[in-house]
């Protein structure tokens, strides 16, 4: 028997509690204001040691039912291989690793769960290959895939600008409770923002500079209330244009006693706002029962990507 280490690190989904987009840069991106909020919903990534340098990925039966594995990502493309494999050229190490994922965040829900994944890979991989970089290192190599990827490294609550990678951490007093609604499609982002340029063609839309500082302190300080009114997300519109249906679940979960719902991200999953856990949990129940849905109750802030478990296992010879 041969033992070979074995790595499971955590990455939470998140949820823009507030996302202001400017109008398309030249570059192709747009410019953001956004406070990120990391939510208790969390994907795993088991990085497992091999013998070459190849790169193998698989979906974790446990995953959650959304999670086709007819239809999941196995190929160099899954950004969980990608994460690994640019932490590879950034380091210098020449091992592979089996890449096995437990997904749980929606799949292009607009809760972030691919950064997520490329997250935990990242913090997973570091600690296998003893590669010995910080956090703040890995964020680097994160950043050159995807914009909310540093996020999802440090958790917690951050405003986001640039592209949404230049991330200022927040210190909130208090958590915030939601009830998330995961719908049974998905949408593109990129699809999302070029429709929200479509809708807005004929507007005099500005880049955004800094996050609203009424929302900022509501969100420190959990005044629930104050949060409601000012919740914000840009592309809510181009979401609910492509999915109408989203109009719908928002309106439905305020009529039952949400404090205020949003579209998470680019959408489709909608997050409500709730008063208290007690609250949420009863919210989750009556949308479930109205919706015939299976929402979730989520807390925030939530940690960032970190290693849960480290060990040796066992393969036959």
Not at 41 to 60: C, G, K, Q, W, Y
Not at 231 to 236: A, K, V
Request: hydrophobic content about 45%; charged content about 20%; overall charge negative.
């Amino acid at each position: 028997m041969i033992g070979l280490k074995s790595v499971v690190a955590r990455a939470p989904g998140k949820i823009n509690v507030s996302l202001e987009v400017g109008p398309p840069r030249e570059d192709g991106y747009h410019s953001v204001a956004t406070i990120y909020l990391a939510v208790s919903l969390f994907e795993d990534v088991r990085a497992s040691e091999r013998m070459d340098s190849e790169f193998t990925i698989s979906l974790h039966p446990d995953s959650a039912p959304f999670a086709d594995p007819e239809t999941f990502p196995l190929g160099k493309d899954n950004l969980v291989v990608r994460a690994a494999d640019e932490l590879r050229r950034y380091t210098g190490v020449t091992m592979g690793a089996d890449l096995e994922v437990t997904k749980r965040v929606p799949i292009a829900g607009g809760m972030g769960g691919g950064s997520a994944d490329a997250a935990a890979a990242l913090v997973a991989c570091n600690a296998l290959w003893d590669c010995g970089l910080n956090r703040d290192e890995l964020a680097v190599v994160g950043a050159k895939l995807g914009a909310d990827i540093p996020f999802a490294l440090f958790g917690g609550a951050a405003v986001g600008l640039g592209i949404g990678d230049q991330v200022s951490p927040m210190l909130l007093r208090r958590s915030t409770y939601w009830v998330l609604v995961p719908a049974s499609y998905g949408l593109s982002t990129p699809e999302v923002y070029r429709t929200l340029d479509k809708l807005r063609a004929d507007q005099d839309v500005e880049a955004p500079q800094e996050v609203d500082i009424d929302t900022v302190q509501a969100l420190v300080t959990a005044d629930v209330n104050a949060l409601g009114l000012n919740l914000r997300n840009d592309m809510e519109q181009a979401a609910i244009h492509l999915a109408p249906e989203i109009d719908t679940v928002i309106g439905t979960g305020e009529r039952l006693g949400a404090v205020k719902g949003i579209v998470s991200g680019s959408g489709p999953t909608i997050a409500f706002l709730a008063e208290s856990k007690t609250h949420a949990e009863q919210l989750r129940t009556l949308i479930n029962e109205e919706l015939d849905v299976d929402a979730l109750v989520v807390s925030g802030p939530a940690n960032g990507a970190a290693v849960v478990n480290h060990h040796a296992v066992f393969r036959g010879n």
